[in-house]
Each structure stands twice: as C-alpha cells, then as structure tokens.
C-alpha cells in the first residue's frame, strides 16, 4: 500500500571527495567546542512495526528522532473520500490509506507514546503529491487538512474514549516543522509555511552538512550530499537515493549485509568528519520501508547505538537542533535560495 514510486527523490552525486575522519579537532579545546548534533528522520511514518523499532533504538541509545508523518495513514481506505488535495480527485493519495480503524488506531498510541519520549512528530502532508507547482493557496490547504485530521484522528475512528489528554495542545501547538514529498520546495511553499506558523523546513539538499538559515522567521534544513561507496560519490544522505544507487530501485535482500555495510560506512565517515571537523549538524533520512533487506535502517541503527552515547554527542530532533543552533546561525551557508 506504501509503495514508493521510482521517481521519489533523485540520487544525486558529484566528484569523489576525499575525506580523513581521523583528523584531530583545531578549534581549540574541547570544552569549548559545541557537541556534534546528528538529526535522524523518517518520511512517511507509517509502518506500525517500524514506529516500535525506532522507538525501541532511540531508548537504547539516548537518541530523539524526528518523524514527518503523512496524514492519509490516519484516514481508512473506507473514508479516503474524505481527503482532497489540491487539484487531485477525492480519495486519491500517492500512498494510500490506512486498511482499518484498528491499525489507525495503533498507530495513533505510537504517535502518541514518541511524543511523550521526547521525539518530534512533523508534516509531511497527507496523500504524498508533488506541490512543485502548487500556490501557496494550495499548500496552505494541505496543512490546513493535515491539522485537521490529526487534531480529530481518533473522534473520526471511533476512537474518542481513548484520546489522550493534551492531544489537541499537541496538535495545535508542537508540529512546527515540515518537509516537502519529493523534496519539492517551490517560493509558494515557503510563502505558506511562514503564514502557518512552522519554523522551520527541512526539504533542501546541501553540498556538505551546514547550519540551517533563517529567513523571516523561518529557518531552512538541508540534507547533505555525502561521499558513498568505492568511489566516494555523492549522494543525499536519505535512504532511498542509496537504494537507487545499490540497486536500481529493486529490491535485493540477499544483498542487504553488503548495502548495509557500505551505507554505514558513509554515515560513519560523514559523522566523523563533522565530529572530528567542524560540527556542522549531520542529518540522515529515512523512510518507515525496509529496502534491501533493512539495509539502510541497519546503517543507522549502528550509527546511532555508536555515537549518540557520546558525551559530546546530540542525537536530537530538527525542533531541539534549531534551539541549539541558534546562536551558530551562518547565512552564508544558505542551501539554496530562500
């Protein structure tokens, strides 16, 4: 049902990039010096038993994720009419619907229980459209439908005796961030998010890891471009772009302990040359999919149970992460116009 098309994201790469992880930090001593923050993310946020094992890996190694839910997950395929993106026929979505009241409502508790471990749940709209050509009109809409599905998930599943208390506080005011599908972030999209309120965006691409940069109010994340794989060329440090690069977009789990392998290897290398560097904030995406084998998720897991025990290492969420970053602001790291 939550298929990903093969278009989903560009595997973008550039020249080899020589990297020394090892280099010894100059900046002075390392007291003085800010901690290494790595934000992980998951678009989509879906899969039930994949909200549990991110939960369970954030527990074990003292990490905070931040996951960019699509709201048509919450919606049955019994009352896709319901939903209405911009210039898209009713009960359409890219992603499908949830099977049934019962999995909403699984996943409604998971949403719910990351919350209150300290986990950040974003947009990432609802039916998974490509807004490049949108207006802010359109994009406005589709966080106006998104607010209003979550803010009434469990009245419209039959589900309100189990609401918990503080549910709509949460809905009104901790979803301050958004992500674009696709990574599709035309002026229209910026112009809405501004006039909804969130704080920051996380759809750009980066050359290398840097700081976000703010604009009228509304800070801009972008997911670096990392050395990957015998060559080291570049690609964006997300999941799916390295299942397009090991794979074509096909699935081979025999081939999960070798893709595993070389995608930790490139989050491990990129880390480190931040860690030991100069602590740009590293961010990995995601998807609730297991492709390979589980090979990207495995990549991060070891990542993660290996660094973010570090005493000077965050593993935070974007909305934690602007906080810290806010007084190492650089507009001369824009990733792209804002």
Not at 26 to 53: C, I, M, Y
Request: charged residues 25%; negative net charge.
């Amino acid at each position: 049902m939550f298929r990903l098309s093969a278009a989903l994201f560009l595997s973008l790469a550039t020249s080899a990039f020589a990297m020394d992880q090892s280099a010894a930090a100059t900046k002075g001593p390392e007291t003085a010096r800010p901690k290494q923050l790595l934000l992980v993310s998951f678009d989509g946020a879906h899969d039930n038993r994949l909200w549990v094992r991110s939960r369970d890996i954030g527990k074990r190694a003292n990490a905070r994720f931040t996951y960019f839910l699509s709201c048509t997950t919450l919606i049955p395929r019994a009352r896709a009419a319901d939903y209405k993106a911009p210039g898209i026929k009713a009960g359409r979505s890219n992603i499908g619907f949830a099977l049934s009241t019962d999995e909403v409502a699984s996943r409604l508790d998971n949403i719910w229980k990351a919350k209150t471990e300290g986990h950040e749940i974003a947009s990432h709209t609802c039916g998974h459209f490509d807004g490049k050509d949108w207006t802010k009109a359109d994009w406005l809409k589709e966080f106006n439908t998104f607010d209003q599905v979550l803010r009434n998930a469990w009245k419209d599943n039959g589900l309100a005796d189990r609401e918990p208390e503080g549910w709509a506080d949460f809905v009104e005011n901790d979803i301050t961030g958004f992500r674009a599908p696709y990574l599709s972030a035309p002026d229209s999209l910026f112009e809405a998010e501004r006039e909804h309120g969130f704080r920051y965006d996380a759809s750009a691409v980066t050359h290398d890891p840097a700081l976000p940069v703010e604009k009228d109010g509304l800070a801009r994340f972008g997911l670096p471009l990392i050395p990957e794989g015998p060559k080291s060329r570049r690609i964006i440090a997300m999941d799916y772009n390295l299942f397009i690069r090991h794979s074509a977009g096909i699935d081979h789990p025999s081939k999960g302990d070798e893709f595993a392998e070389r995608s930790y290897k490139a989050f491990r290398q990129a880390f480190y040359q931040q860690y030991n560097g100069e602590r740009m904030p590293l961010q990995i995406g995601l998807h609730f999919v297991t492709m390979n084998g589980s090979a990207y998720w495995a990549a991060m897991e070891r990542l993660v149970a290996e660094v973010c025990p570090l005493p000077d290492v965050a593993c935070v969420t974007y909305a934690e992460a602007l906080d810290m970053l806010k007084d190492r602001n650089d507009p001369a790291s824009a990733p792209g116009g804002m």
